[in-house]
Nanobody, 114 residues
Framework: QVQLVESGGGLVQAGGSLTLSCAASGRTFSAYSLGWFRQAPGKGREVVGYISHSGSSTSYADSVKGRFTISRDNAKNTLYLQMNDLKPEDTAVYYC???????WGQGTQVTVSS
């Protein structure tokens, strides 16, 4: 397993952009497929998207497809979530985690104002 720490959240206006980072400790980062998840106030946690261990394959929830991009730099042990054209409904705490196993971190808050 790897330990993951999210960062980069903040307050942004609707239509704006934000990039989240997920820094990993451990030497096996490149072995794991990873995902971004989010939890909006009063709602359950949902999948934002996934990326394969090599970064060659990604998939996204319909709600973010075409606006969000997941990437990773295995040399830097870092996962990214580029978010464009943000909407108020994107307001949530965002988390990164292994797609299988792993544990939830503290997340990073993203707030989109209208």
């Amino acid at each position: 397993q790897v330990q993951l720490v999210e960062s980069g959240g903040g307050l942004v206006q609707a239509g704006g952009s934000l990039t989240l980072s997920c820094a990993a400790s451990g030497r096996t980062f490149s072995a794991y497929s990873l995902g971004w998840f989010r939890q909006a106030p009063g709602k359950g946690r949902e999948v934002v998207g996934y990326i394969s261990h090599s970064g060659s394959s990604t998939s996204y929830a319909d709600s973010v497809k075409g606006r969000f991009t997941i990437s990773r730099d295995n040399a830097k042990n870092t996962l990214y979530l580029q978010m464009n054209d943000l909407k108020p409904e994107d307001t949530a705490v965002y988390y990164c985690k292994q797609t299988v196993g792993g544990s939830w971190g503290q997340g990073t808050q993203v707030t989109v104002s209208s």
